[in-house]
């Protein structure tokens, strides 16, 4: 079993930055993707960025050129830079992981970090 626990979201004005980190712990495992996920009330939980093991990312059309993801695989580490943020961007932040252990594949989510952004 491999846990992720999520750190940085919080209040922050229209125009500000915050940044969000997540970390996975466990015993014997291999993370191959990290990424970040959002939610609001009432809607589907969207991918925002991702980011392979060898360092590849991608992102939400709505996040281009704000947000930057990024790892550290020495730390088992995710983080999303969050630029200019835009009170759309509100919402509950997940991080997310897949990989490997000694008993196969996993797939798992962090408990979330609310982000508010304020007009």
């Known amino acids: 079993q491999v846990q992720l626990v999520e750190s940085g979201g919080g209040l922050v004005q229209a125009g500000g930055s915050l940044k969000l980190s997540c970390v996975a712990s466990g015993s014997d495992f291999t993370l191959n993707s990290m990424g970040w996920y959002r939610q609001v009330p009432g809607k589907e939980r969207d991918s925002v960025a991702f980011?392979?093991?060898?360092?590849?990312?991608s992102y939400a059309d709505s996040v281009k050129g704000r947000f930057t993801i990024s790892r550290d695989n020495t730390k088992n580490s995710v983080y999303l830079q969050m630029d200019s943020l835009q009170p759309e961007d509100t919402a509950v932040y997940y991080c997310?992981?897949?990989?490997?252990?000694?008993?196969?594949?996993?797939?798992?989510w962090g408990q979330g970090t609310q982000v508010t952004v304020s007009s």
């Open positions: 997310n992981s897949r990989g490997f252990t000694s008993r196969g594949p996993f797939n798992s």
């Open positions: 980011i392979t093991s060898i360092g590849t990312t």
